[in-house]
């Protein structure tokens, strides 16, 4: 597999990497340390982690292009070494034409993951034309590949109308699993952040960026007594973020969290809060980590956008689709489901139990292995 972060992890990535590992095959995650300060090899439950460390700034544009070529001939000098390979698996495009050159040598199985609309992603803070050589790099790609998958249906739509056959969507659901938390860690962090049996908790997890709306939130919850709302996160808006809910007694933020901290957040949510700005060009395309926690922890969520995350939300009942971003519109969907918390908690967990979760939708991901390995 390859990837663009230095897995720390990356949580739909480590979901993947383990359920083939527990099937029996042997993992290997390259990924791209920006940083250097990641270990360059590592064993990570039965998955070996090798970290290629380039120096890059996350968010920076085209400025990214000639530590991303470093990135590509250095992963390539050092996978292309490798004998007993049955598929190149790329995650998100950035490694798609590194997986595609390797795979032109070594003749095997290639696997695109889609993790978003990457042409799209790049039209925000980026000149047009970028988007466009990307997308029309991505097209002829994605003939080359022996099979796509997609996190969203919405996006397997879209390549299915390029005339690409071999999609397949894998949702960002959850396991089950994750649901067994340490209920004293969850205690001990209500305790941190002064949570009381009288807080209706609102909880947001996730990038602090340019396409997200928190602020949105912030406004809408700010001086009510009933309500505690806590921030999860980091990016190029994080310290403007800090500052809004500095101004606050009920509005926290709670830095970045450890991907093991994560569902004892969620567990401690009554409603989980996701966003993105209303003029971002992901917002048909989203299929957010959010939507995967609430519905497995049965834990209702109020959500603005479009696309399969509007769809899930609406089919099952399980929270509210914001209509626009106003913070009366915000409060009031806060209210509406403190009123009937038990309606939408059940609509949530039960949507969570008996469809939208990784015991089922790893089934349709390992379809693609089976197939590939006959």
């Known amino acids: 597999m390859f990837l663009d972060n230095p897995f720390m992890p990356d949580e739909r990535v480590l979901r993947e990497a383990t359920t083939l590992s527990g099937y029996g095959f042997d993992v290997e995650i390259v990924a791209w340390d920006r940083t250097g300060k990641f270990k360059t090899r590592e064993l990570y439950r039965n998955i070996n982690i090798t970290r290629i460390p380039v120096r890059s700034k996350l968010s920076s544009g ?6 991303l070529f470093i990135f590509w001939e250095k992963a390539f000098l050092r996978v292309i070494k490798e ?3 049955n598929i190149y698996h790329a995650h998100d495009f950035y490694n798609l034409p590194l997986a595609f050159f390797i795979n032109l040598v070594k003749k095997r199985k290639l696997i695109y993951d889609s993790h978003e609309n990457f042409p799209e992603f790049l039209k925000k803070g980026n000149p047009l034309w970028v988007s466009k050589i ?3 790099m991505e097209r002829f790609l994605l003939r080359k590949v022996d099979y796509v998958i997609t996190a969203s249906d919405t996006l397997r739509k879209k390549f299915e109308n390029y005339g690409i056959r071999n999609v397949k969507t894998v949702g960002n659901w959850k396991s089950k699993e994750i649901r067994n938390v340490d209920l004293k ?5 209500k305790k941190k952040f002064n949570i009381t049996k009288k807080d209706f908790v609102v909880v947001y997890i996730g990038g ?12 809408a919850t700010e001086g009510k007594k009933d309500i505690k709302t806590i921030i999860f996160g980091r990016g190029e808006n994080q310290s403007s973020i800090e500052m809004l809910c500095n101004k606050n007694n009920n509005v926290i933020y709670g830095g970045w969290l450890p991907l093991k901290v994560v569902p004892l957040c969620y567990n401690m949510a009554d409603v989980i809060f996701y ?3 209303q003029d971002s060009p992901l917002l048909n395309f989203n299929a957010p980590n959010s939507l995967g926690f609430s519905l ?3 834990k209702p969520i109020i959500a603005y956008g479009k696309g399969d995350l509007k769809r899930v939300i609406e089919e099952t009942r399980a929270g509210i689709i914001l209509k626009n971003l106003d913070s009366n519109t915000v409060l009031n969907a806060i209210y509406e489901i403190k009123k009937n918390y038990k309606y939408f908690s059940k609509k949530a967990r ?3 139990e008996k469809k939208y979760n990784w015991d089922i939708a790893k089934e349709s991901f390992l379809e693609v292995y089976r197939e590939y390995l006959q």
């Open 62 to 67: 085209i400025k990214q292009v000639l530590p």
């Open 83 to 85: 004998k007993n390979v």
């Open 134 to 136: 990307v997308e029309i």
């Open 185 to 189: 860690e969850v205690y001990k962090l």
């Open 208 to 219: 602090l960026n340019r396409d997200r709306d928190v602020v949105s939130l912030i406004k």
């Open 275 to 277: 966003a993105l700005r």
């Open 296 to 298: 497995v922890f049965g």
């Open 350 to 352: 039960d949507a969570g």
